[in-house]
C-alpha cells in the first residue's frame, strides 16, 4: 500500500448531472476526511469518519452532497444536481489515531469542473 | 471564527536563496500546527508538525517555528531547490480528532 489513493484524478460533467468519487485510504487507517479546494485557496473540511461512523459534517457540506464509508475502509462522495460552484479538487486524507489526532495523509485529489 | 493567513500570497526566489514564509493564526482550541508541501495538482504533503510547547522543528532544509503566545509561525527554507517550487500551507489542527483549519497558502517559485 503506497498511500491515499483516490479515483477519478479528474471528472468534467454537466450541470445538473451527478457524480460520486472514491477515497481508498491507507490500509490501516480508521480515520477518513474529505476535504474541496477551490483554485488559490486552502483546502476546507466537509467531513470525517472515524471507522464507518460519519461524526462531523460541515456546513459547506449541502443536501446535495452525502458521503458514505460503509465498511470503514474506502469512502464514497457524492454530488447530487451538480452546480458549476462545485467546480472544485476534492481531496481525501487518512490518519490511525490511538488516544488522539495524529498526521492526516493525502491523496492526489479528484478535480471536477462543471459545466 | 477560526483563521489562519499567511503572508506573502507569492513569492519568487532565485535558487540557493533563503525565505520565510510567515502564518499567523487564531484558533481554538489549538491542537497542533503544521506545514505542509502541495505541488500543483497533487494533494499537500506534511513538511512538519508543531504542538503548543513547541518552539522550533526541521525537516532537512525546512525549519519551522512557532510562537504560542502571539500565535505565529514561520517556516524557513534554506539553500533553495527549483523542486522546493510549491504551495506551502500553514495549518492548525483543533480539537481531539484533528480538524485541519488551512490557510490559503503561499505560492513559491524557485528560479534559477
Known amino acids: 500500500d503506497t498511500g491515499v489513493s483516490q479515483d477519478p484524478r479528474h471528472k468534467i460533467t454537466k450541470r445538473g448531472q451527478n457524480v460520486t468519487f472514491r477515497c481508498d485510504p491507507i490500509s490501516e487507517h480508521n480515520r477518513l476526511y474529505w476535504y474541496r479546494q477551490t483554485l488559490g485557496q486552502g483546502p476546507e473540511f466537509l467531513t470525517y469518519?472515524?471507522?464507518?461512523?460519519?461524526?462531523?459534517k460541515s456546513r459547506l457540506l449541502s443536501d446535495r452532497f452525502s458521503a458514505e464509508r460503509p465498511k470503514g475502509s474506502f469512502s464514497t462522495l457524492e454530488i447530487q444536481r451538480t452546480e458549476q460552484g462545485d467546480s472544485a479538487m476534492y481531496l481525501c486524507?487518512?490518519?490511525?489515531?490511538?488516544?488522539?489526532?495524529?498526521?492526516?495523509?493525502f491523496g492526489p485529489g479528484t478535480r471536477l469542473t462543471v459545466t | 471564527k477560526n483563521q489562519v493567513e499567511q503572508s506573502p500570497q507569492s513569492l519568487i526566489i532565485l535558487e540557493g536563496k533563503n525565505c520565510t514564509l510567515q502564518c499567523n493564526y487564531t484558533v481554538s482550541p489549538f491542537s497542533n500546527l503544521r506545514w505542509y508541501k502541495q505541488d500543483t495538482g497533487r494533494g499537500p504533503v506534511s513538511l512538519t508538525i508543531?504542538?503548543?510547547?513547541?518552539n522550533t522543528k526541521s525537516n532537512g532544509r525546512y525549519t519551522a517555528t512557532l510562537d504560542a503566545d502571539t500565535k505565529q509561525s514561520s517556516l524557513h527554507i534554506t539553500a533553495s531547490q527549483l523542486s522546493d517550487s510549491a504551495s506551502y500551507i500553514c495549518v492548525v489542527s483543533i480539537g481531539g480528532y484533528n480538524k485541519l483549519i488551512f490557510g490559503a497558502g503561499t505560492r513559491l517559485a524557485v528560479h534559477p
Open positions: 486524507a487518512s490518519s490511525f489515531s490511538v488516544g488522539g489526532g495524529y498526521e492526516q495523509y
Open positions: 469518519f472515524q471507522n464507518e461512523a460519519q461524526l462531523e
Open positions: 508543531m504542538t503548543f510547547s513547541e
